[in-house]
Nanobody
Framework: QVHLVESGGGLVQAGGSLRLSCVVSGTIFSINRMAWYRQAPGNERELVAAITDGGATNYADSVKGRFTISRDNAKNTVYLQMNSLKFEDTADYYC?????????WGQGTQVTVSS
């Protein structure tokens, strides 16, 4: 069984920073893609950033230049460094991984940005 546990969310003022972490545990052979999604109340879940096992990254236009995704393969961990946070970044943030034909989600961590 595979578990994803996110941490690092919280309340921050606009302009501030947070760093999210997601640790993957359990029986897993390899992780191809690791990503962060977010879902604000009343909105659909959207991709924030993703990183492949080769290190290629992609970002939502709304976070480019402010957020950085990275991964530590030895620790099966993916990070999301969020700088210059805006009120509209407020959402629940979810970690997602793809391993072969399987896809796994974490339970989410809440990020609240006060204006």
């Amino acid at each position: 069984q595979v578990h994803l546990v996110e941490s690092g969310g919280g309340l921050v003022q606009a302009g501030g920073s947070l760093r999210l972490s997601c640790v993957v545990s359990g029986t897993i052979f390899s992780i191809n893609r690791m990503a962060w999604y977010r879902q604000a109340p009343g909105n659909e879940r959207e991709l924030v950033a993703a990183i492949t096992d080769g290190g290629a990254t992609n970002y939502a236009d709304s976070v480019k230049g402010r957020f950085t995704i990275s991964r530590d393969n030895a620790k099966n961990t993916v990070y999301l460094q969020m700088n210059s946070l805006k009120f509209e970044d407020t959402a629940d943030y979810y970690c997602n991984i793809v391993s072969g034909n399987s896809r796994y989600w974490g339970q989410g961590t809440q990020v609240t940005v006060s204006s």
